[in-house]
């Protein structure tokens, strides 16, 4: 089906057209030219009249012209050369001719061009209900994958789908789950193997547990006594003198000891007691954060499975510490695998989601846990770690760990700085495609990247299993709650009549 023309210059990457209908914003076309069938998306779309052009600043003006000439108007399009069918959709290098038809494409066509190896359906396209969207999973696992989006356009369904997904290929999924939102969910494909979030702290590094201890980078004389305290914590265990059922407890008698030492100065003593007073708060606040008897925590995640760390009920400094812990461990026991350079090692790939990814990853400060992300980001494709950063605020995330996302789903997005963050990270979304994300609605995205052929337009399947996440019916709640509120008074009444009081 023709629906226009191309008109004005041509290039090999974009063309103008006009038409007499108006067809939407993201449905695919073909130009035939040159021997070639080449295929684009409609990238934007404008009606205009001649006549009425922005020069005209009396209304009387307009409904004269409106009168006299009727209500006909021009449709006038831009369409995104995508590539050449026939040719494993490589750009043309020479553009269509002025005039050339602009046609529709068929679904003989959609459906080639969707068919990828390792499917993954994430839905439909938007226009065409009919086209199932697949995508390579193993180009996610490899190349990574951004989901961004404001709040309330989608995301936790989206996560939902893809986790489904790749349980149908038995992927080892790893989720950091920030809120407890899928700890609970019931996956088609898959169990979900709920890890508690604690760690054995003779498995943790310096960093990690000073980090815990609230010891800045600027108290020098207290990360020396620190760091020699845990130094001499991991000697007597590694040479048996001491037990591991209480790492942090050998820290502090370490501590205990070098601070009786006669020969240091009040001012090293008191530097010392500054170090205890921090591991005792160590010790009491994270308690239940550290668990001596458990192995390497790496040994819970488990193959076909939604592996979900529910990090609903520790603090954005724990939440950090965990995820570089569990990042930091899991690539070095794959190079360890690859390598063969020791026993302790990550026999199977892991594919990583990240909640909440401008905390764990954020733009302005730095962190362990978004050391390891861009760690992870640029090597963790070579030993099989993959990853998935999730947030409803792409700005503020960091720019380097974004950048090596070479896939992205972008679902509704307003703000002006999350739309030119995420452009400047993803060099597959044109401007006219950012002009667009303002006007997706729920459950709507752009795909882009390796996973896919083309830029799509997709409504995202709804994920039939349960699941947590969406907006609370605060109305609804608020009446249950006077409701109850007005039985238990009640209840409470008849009691005490019950008792022979005259209330």
């Known amino acids: 089906?023709?629906?226009?023309?191309?008109?004005?210059?041509?290039?090999?990457?974009?063309?103008?057209?006009?038409?007499?209908?108006?067809?939407?914003?993201?449905?695919?076309?073909?130009?035939?030219?040159?021997?070639?069938?080449?295929?684009?998306?409609?990238?934007?779309?404008?009606?205009?009249?001649?006549?009425?052009?922005?020069?005209?600043?009396?209304?009387?003006?307009?409904?004269?012209?409106?009168?006299?000439?009727?209500?006909?108007?021009?449709?006038?399009?831009?369409?995104?050369?995508?590539?050449?069918?026939n040719d494993h959709l490589k750009l043309p290098r020479t553009p269509a001719p002025p005039g050339t038809p602009v046609e529709l494409a068929n679904k003989e066509i959609l459906k080639d061009v969707f068919k990828v190896k390792n499917p993954l359906k994430l839905g439909s396209l938007i226009n065409q209900k009919d086209i199932d969207v697949e995508v390579n999973a193993n180009s996610i696992l490899t190349r990574h994958l951004a989901i961004l989006a404001m709040t309330g356009a989608g995301k936790s369904n989206t996560v939902s789908v893809l986790i489904d997904g790749m349980l149908d290929y038995d992927v080892p999924v790893f989720v950091f789950d920030m809120h407890g939102e899928y700890k609970d969910a019931e996956f088609k494909n898959g169990e979900v193997n709920v890890i508690k979030p604690s760690i054995n702290p003779r498995y943790m590094s310096f960093n990690e547990i000073k980090k815990l201890a609230n010891i800045s980078k600027n108290a020098?004389?207290?990360?020396?006594?620190?760091?020699?305290?845990?130094?001499?914590?991991?000697?007597?265990?590694?040479?048996?003198?001491?037990?591991?059922?209480?790492?942090?407890?050998?820290?502090?008698?370490?501590?205990?000891?070098?601070?009786?030492?006669?020969?240091?100065?009040?001012?090293?003593?008191?530097?010392?007691?500054?170090?205890?007073?921090?591991?005792?708060?160590?010790?009491?606040?994270?308690?239940?954060?550290?668990?001596?008897?458990?192995?390497?925590?790496?040994?819970?995640?488990?193959?076909?499975?939604?592996?979900?760390?529910?990090?609903?009920?520790?603090?954005?400094?724990?939440?950090?510490?965990?995820?570089?812990h569990i990042l930091r461990n899991s690539l070095q026991r794959r190079k360890n695998y690859f390598n063969k350079s020791s026993n302790e090692t990550l026999e199977f790939p892991v594919f990583f989601i990240l909640e909440e990814a401008h905390i764990l990853a954020p733009k302005r400060r730095e962190s362990d846990s978004k050391f390891w992300i861009q760690r992870v980001a640029r090597e963790g494709r070579k030993f099989g770690l993959g990853l998935c950063l999730v947030s409803q605020s792409p700005k503020t995330v960091d720019q380097d760990a974004l950048s090596q996302m070479n896939n992205m789903i972008i679902l509704r997005l307003v703000e002006p700085d999350d739309q030119r963050h995420v452009q400047s990270a993803s060099e597959s979304l044109s401007e006219d495609l950012v002009k667009q994300l303002p006007s997706l609605n729920v459950g709507e995205a752009v795909l882009l990247g390796l996973m896919t052929k083309v830029p799509t337009l997709v409504k995202i399947d709804e994920f039939k299993g349960r699941m947590y996440g969406g907006d609370i019916d605060v109305i609804g709640e608020i009446a249950k709650y006077k409701k109850d509120s007005k039985e238990e008074l009640k209840q409470q009444e008849e009691d005490l009549m019950n008792l022979g009081y005259d209330y």
């Open 1 to 85: 089906m023709i629906i226009g023309r191309c008109i004005g210059e041509t290039s090999p990457t974009e063309v103008n057209f006009i038409s007499d209908e108006m067809p939407q914003v993201g449905e695919y076309v073909c130009l035939n030219y040159d021997d070639k069938q080449v295929l684009g998306m409609i990238e934007t779309m404008v009606r205009g009249n001649v006549s009425l052009n922005e020069d005209i600043y009396n209304p009387a003006t307009v409904k004269m012209i409106t009168e006299i000439e009727g209500t006909e108007s021009y449709i006038k399009g831009k369409v995104r050369i995508l590539g050449d069918v």
């Open 220 to 324: 020098f004389k207290q990360e020396r006594y620190f760091r020699r305290a845990f130094k001499k914590a991991n000697k007597l265990v590694e040479e048996g003198a001491a037990s591991t059922n209480n790492f942090l407890m050998i820290i502090k008698g370490v501590l205990i000891e070098m601070g009786n030492d006669e020969e240091l100065s009040a001012g090293e003593k008191n530097d010392i007691l500054g170090v205890l007073n921090k591991v005792d708060d160590l010790i009491e606040k994270y308690a239940n954060l550290f668990d001596t008897n458990r192995g390497n925590i790496l040994g819970n995640i488990q193959i076909g499975k939604a592996n979900v760390l529910d990090l609903s009920q520790t603090d954005e400094y724990a939440a950090e510490v965990l995820v570089s």
